[in-house]
Nanobody, 121 residues
Framework: QVQVVESGGGLVQAGGSLRLSCAAS????????MGWFRQAPGQERTFVAS????????YYADSVKGRFTLSRGNAKNTVFLQMNSLSPEDTAIYYC??????????????WGQGTQVTVSS
């Protein structure tokens, strides 16, 4: 059974940076497409960024383009979300998901538990 685990969340001041990690473990035969989504208090979960299994294709939400970078690690099915120039509007629970690299969260099969990112002003 494949599981997805996120790490790296925390509290940071506006303008600062954080790096989130996500690893899919279990019986994985080939690299998954993986994505990040976030859910702010009282709001729906929305797309942040995604990457194909090869790492050759990435997509970003307009709100994070130019500030966030999603990349694949050397270990199979490990990805990193580098978040720079953070603002309080980025405060949310960040979820990693595996099985797709589309913007539509319904296309993802496996979800992590989420990691909290809080940006103070």
């Amino acid at each position: 059974q494949v599981q997805v685990v996120e790490s790296g969340g925390g509290l940071v001041q506006a303008g600062g940076s954080l790096r989130l990690s996500c690893a899919a473990s279990g019986r994985t035969f080939s690299p998954f497409g993986m994505g990040w989504f976030r859910q702010a208090p009282g709001q729906e979960r929305t797309f942040v960024a995604s990457i194909s299994g090869s790492g050759g294709t990435t997509y970003y939400a307009d709100s994070v383009k130019g500030r966030f970078t999603l990349s694949r690690g050397n270990a199979k099915n490990t990805v990193f979300l580098q978040m720079n120039s953070l603002s309080p509007e980025d405060t949310a629970i960040y979820y990693c998901a595996a099985g797709s690299y589309w913007r539509d969260q319904r296309s993802y099969d496996i979800w992590g538990q989420g990691t909290q990112v809080t940006v103070s002003s």
